[in-house]
């Protein structure tokens, strides 16, 4: 039977620690929003919809990771060590300069051990992961860009995780949105960009050895079961390390919610355990080297559509305690 090689174990075994994602949200936009590609987003979006309250743009970066540490110190106990997760749009639109101030700033404070950075694969180049690398290589030189200083903190475990703190390395992840292989689909969902150019972004990344995820969506319009399922092939060919991926939720007020209610037929929709069923034979042909960092989202009731069947109040935790099972032939 397959297994699940997750995301999480990766780090607990690399770096003996839970290493717990904290958001934050630094005033990012994206081509598909700002009128440079589009405007209003891709037709399922609304970042309001997947991340925490604490999470705001009008808060500093410090002041954002302060308060998300506190909230997982109570929600995950276990949690030693945090890493930066810039997820709202799209975290590398912006000057190098720019970049340069806002990851330091993140990269400053004591028990942050590195940093995620979702963005888009038309919104990188060269110089950007150059940038990166630097950070984690470790000659990155945080503390003069930081926008922050901060005091030093008694209960920050001292040298880090990376290479018994012998260096400033630190942990980078860049998290592509990719979200179909199919240009059609993405075409269809107003992406702005094709999956050659996402397929040059992974392709730059990995040759710059910076450790990438890459986000997908099941049951947008348009995709068979059968063409979804084939996905797994296209992915074996991306140097990635890990994927996500996420049912389609269906927002209220997006364009995908009007689009929903005009052409329903056009939408495969996954109960739940439709969509374990599918996730366990999606697993099964992935790469044995893919780990999974989700595999299903959650999106609070207040956002959802009522055009859309919901599985009820039900946390990720439980689904993968029952996709487990699927995969171990339990369940």
């Not at 920050?156 to 260096?167: F, I, K, M, V």
């Not at 037929?265 to 790469?287: G, N, P, Q, T, W």
């Amino acid at each position: 039977m397959a297994e699940l090689n997750s995301f999480v174990e990766y780090f607990r075994k690399k770096y003996g620690a839970r290493l717990q994602k904290v958001v934050v949200d630094a005033g990012f936009t994206c081509p598909n929003r700002d009128g440079s590609k589009g405007v209003g987003g891709c037709s399922f979006c609304d970042n309001n919809a997947f991340h925490p309250n604490y999470c705001t743009p009008d808060k500093s970066l410090f002041q954002q990771i302060e308060e998300g540490i506190e909230f997982h110190t109570v929600r995950y106990r276990h949690a030693q060590r945090y890493i930066a997760y810039f997820q709202p749009y799209s975290n590398t639109y912006a000057p190098v300069d720019k970049l340069r101030e806002l990851y330091a700033t993140a990269l400053s404070h004591p028990l942050i051990e590195g940093i995620v950075v979702g963005t888009r694969p038309d919104c990188i180049d060269e110089e950007k992961l150059d940038l990166l690398a630097s950070i984690q290589e470790g000659v990155f030189d945080y503390d003069k860009y930081a926008l922050h200083k901060p005091t030093p903190n008694k209960d920050a475990l001292s040298g880090g995780l990376l290479n018994n703190g012998e260096s400033g390395k630190k942990i980078v992840i860049v998290e592509y949105g990719i979200e179909s292989c199919y240009n059609k689909t993405l075409e269809r969902i107003g992406r702005g960009h094709n999956f050659e150019q996402a397929r040059g972004a992974v392709e730059l990344t990995a040759s710059k050895g910076i450790t990438q995820c890459a986000h997908f969506i099941f049951g947008l319009p348009g995709e068979s079961l059968s063409m979804m399922q084939n996905e797994a092939d296209i992915i074996n060919t991306l140097p990635l390390t890990a994927v996500k991926f996420h049912q389609l939720q269906i927002i209220k007020g997006t364009r995908m919610e009007q689009e929903y209610r005009l052409h329903p037929e056009d939408f495969h929709y996954f109960s739940l355990d439709a969509y374990l069923d599918f996730m366990a034979e999606f697993i099964s042909k992935l790469r044995a080297d893919i780990f999974i960092d989700r595999f299903a989202s959650e999106v609070p009731p207040r956002y959802l559509s009522s055009l859309q069947k919901s599985w009820g109040l039900i946390r990720y935790q439980e689904l993968l305690a029952m996709l487990r099972q699927r995969l171990s032939g339990k369940l």
